[in-house]
């Protein structure tokens, strides 16, 4: 009888001491992170990673990609004084691609027309907003190498990209500010100093327009000409 009893007793705590383990290990489970966690979120980071992440360091391998996939090259500036169509040229790829990047992300729907100085240019893509200035830091205010071309000169409708002239060695453009010029003569003598990298199509009475505005000491209209653009084509 004595014996029967130590071994039910001996039965009963090994049954329980099995129990606990299982408990435990069941406990265990519930905070424990699968082995391969970090994999899957720097998969879904990569996921939302932004498709417009240019920066001043990779500006040629980025606008290359994007152009290759953005083959349009015709866009329309609308403004409170009429519509002005442009052709930009596929020989100026990486200023094309960063015009139609800058147009497709909304950068120049924040800005006007800045600076006219009749029978000369009508200049545009800046303004006194703070969005226009977070969308420059955003993508680190980057510049674009020169893409001159013998044939693309600065004849009456040509469309350039601004730049720096100090401590700009390499003349490179500043990607956000672009020109039009508005003399009927053009603007020769800043061939080979600016990218010129697409041409007005219609609505050269709308530049006539905004040339003719009134305007500070610093050729800012005293009355702003917002801009939005759209790619047509």
């Not at 383990?21 to 424990?32: H, I, N, Q």
């Not at 015709?74 to 052709?87: D, P, S």
């Not at 697409?198 to 009475?205: A, L, Q």
Request: glycine residues 6%; proline residues 3%; hydrophobic residues 35%.
């Amino acid at each position: 009888m004595k014996f029967a009893l130590q071994l039910f007793f001996l039965s009963f705590l090994l049954l329980f001491l099995n129990c606990k383990k299982e408990a435990s290990s069941d406990d265990k489970s519930t905070v424990e992170e699968p082995a391969n966690n970090n994999s899957v979120i720097e998969h879904e980071i990569a996921e939302e990673r932004p498709k417009d992440s240019i920066n001043s360091k990779n500006v040629v391998q980025f606008l290359t990609l994007y152009g290759n996939e953005n083959k349009q090259n015709r866009v329309l500036i609308k403004t409170r004084l009429g519509n002005i169509k442009i052709q930009l040229y596929n020989d100026t790829p990486l200023h094309r691609a960063s015009f139609i990047f800058l147009t497709k992300m909304g950068y120049f729907d924040t800005t006007c027309f800045y600076r006219v100085v009749p029978d000369f240019v009508i200049q545009g893509g800046e303004s006194e907003r703070l969005d226009t200035q977070r969308y420059k830091a955003r993508y680190e205010r980057y510049k674009i190498k020169p893409e001159f071309r013998e044939n693309r000169k600065h004849k009456y409708g040509a469309v350039a990209l601004a730049r720096d002239w100090k401590d700009n060695p390499g003349k490179k453009s500043t990607a956000f500010e672009f020109y039009i010029v508005q003399n009927r003569k053009g603007a020769h003598h800043l061939d080979g100093e600016h990218t010129v990298f697409g041409e007005v199509i219609t609505g050269f009475e709308t530049i006539d327009k905004i040339v003719n505005l009134e305007a500070g000491n610093d050729e800012w209209p005293l009355h702003d000409v917002f801009m939005k653009i759209e790619v047509i084509n």
